[in-house]
């Protein structure tokens, strides 16, 4: 029996972007030094899909739009956190 978060194409599409992003991240050839980045890329990569399947299982409209607002974040921060490495390579 499916989740109801499985049917959301947001939810889908973020899965594979976390997929993505770990695939970059197993090519990556860097110092050991950036591992804490890297660490946190692959991070708040999952939290996209994460904190949409999480919200979905909130109770509310309301619980569920503060986690698509978290997840929007996380995003966000993936996307920061990828310029560093392209400007660093």
Excluded: W
Excluded at 65 to 88: C, D, N, P, W
Aim: glycine letters at 4%; proline letters at 2%.
């Amino acid at each position: 029996m499916p989740f109801s978060f499985e049917d959301l194409e947001v939810y889908q599409k973020s899965v594979d972007f976390s997929v993505s992003i770990i695939n970059v991240v197993d090519q990556l050839d860097t110092p050991r030094k950036h591992y804490r980045l890297i660490d946190q890329l692959e991070s708040s990569s999952t939290s996209v899909c994460l904190n949409i399947a999480e919200g979905k299982g909130r109770f509310s409209k309301k619980e569920f739009k503060h986690f698509l607002y978290i997840s929007r974040g996380s995003l966000y921060e993936t996307v920061a956190m990828l310029q560093i490495l392209r400007k660093k390579h």
